[in-house]
């Protein structure tokens, strides 16, 4: 059977804004290798015939390199609210291997996958957003904006193309950490905020 999501996909890294992974492979990481996070709020999808419209989950990956290049480290996270068969089909498909984007991007690019984790995650809007998933990670996004108050946005890189986001909200996250047991702790500044929608 089939997926689909709807959804908001937050993306932070280690690096400044905006992290150069976005530009293509050719680009290198601030600090010569990438920690990211992607923190995903479904307003509806289903997977395998499973609802899972109002879910949350997170994905971390370290990479000793670009994305691009592969050979990363990652964990997935699904909210401590969802259902076993919620968690089970989250997990499934942010792993990769219920192809889609996920399969065509995210699959390739983690060599090591460490077991899965439920944390609760929660990401609150407003003005700044707010996000946190459980003790790995805390962030406050706040919007860059042009002189006249509207949101900076970014369209056309090769990252966005893999991830099928049309346009991408560029904020700061300075001063966000996070900490997975198993692995490196990073801080990062990096972060994006899309609107996309998913099939697999």
């Known amino acids: 059977m089939a997926w689909q999501m709807d959804a908001t996909m937050v993306e932070l890294c280690s690096c400044k804004a905006l992290c150069p992974c976005w530009l293509g ?23 395998d015939g499973v609802d899972v419209g109002g879910c949350r989950a997170a994905l971390i990956v370290r990479w000793p390199g ?20 919620q968690r089970s089909a989250l997990e499934a498909v ?53 002189f ?4 900076a946005t970014v369209s056309g890189t090769a990252a966005q193309e893999a991830f099928q986001s049309k346009s991408m909200e560029l904020a700061s996250a300075k ?4 900490n997975d047991p198993d692995m490196p702790a990073w801080e990062g500044d990096s972060c994006t905020k899309h609107a996309v929608s998913w099939t697999g």
């Open 25 to 47: 492979p050719e680009t290198k990481p601030d600090e010569g290798w990438c920690a990211g996070a992607l923190v995903i709020d479904i307003g509806k999808g289903s997977i």
């Open 66 to 85: 670009n994305f691009f290049a592969g050979n990363g480290t990652g964990r997935v996270y699904v909210d401590t609210r969802t259902s076993e068969a």
């Open 94 to 146: 942010l792993s990769g291997k219920k192809g889609g984007m996920f399969g065509a991007v995210v699959g390739p690019a983690v060599t090591q996958w460490l077991p899965a984790k439920s944390a609760a995650i929660e990401l609150a809007r407003g003005e700044t957003w707010s996000l946190s998933v459980g003790d790995v990670a805390q962030a406050t996004l706040t919007s860059y904006k042009d």
């Open 148 to 151: 006249s108050g509207r949101p």
């Open 175 to 178: 001063g966000s950490r996070w």
